[in-house]
């Protein structure tokens, strides 16, 4: 089954090591319950990386809350990588994947 919808995206801008800088989307799709029981959510990094990865919990519950720490870590990978994350188009307001975790 493939998921529909988007549950969850927050927009950043997201400035690489090199100081390029790119709109990011971060995205968490809505649950999609499959055939063998378990709940899947697709997430997204946009401009961060184009592939997208599928993410299962035991209900859609655990499948969005996994699918939000997931990003979260990808996101803390990145910045290890020096990338910079901020809030809004201007470099004033910083972001971080530590932001992505007040909700889970």
């Known amino acids: 089954m493939k998921s529909i919808g988007t549950f969850a995206e927050r927009?950043?801008?997201?400035?690489?090591?090199?100081?390029?800088?790119?709109?990011?989307?971060?995205?968490?799709s809505s649950p999609t319950h499959q055939a063998r029981g378990e709940w899947t959510c697709t997430i997204s990094l946009g401009e961060l990386d184009p592939r997208s990865d599928e993410v299962a919990g035991m209900d859609?519950?655990?499948?969005?809350?996994?699918?939000?720490?997931?990003?979260?870590?990808?996101?803390?990978?990145?910045e290890r990588l020096g990338w910079r994350f901020f809030f809004g188009d201007a470099q004033e307001d910083p972001a971080s994947h530590s932001d992505l975790l007040h909700s889970v």
């Open 60 to 78: 859609s519950w655990q499948a969005v809350q996994l699918s939000m720490l997931h990003i979260a870590k990808r996101v803390e990978a990145f």
């Open 11 to 28: 927009t950043w801008l997201g400035v690489s090591p090199n100081g390029e800088r790119h709109q990011v989307i971060l995205r968490v």
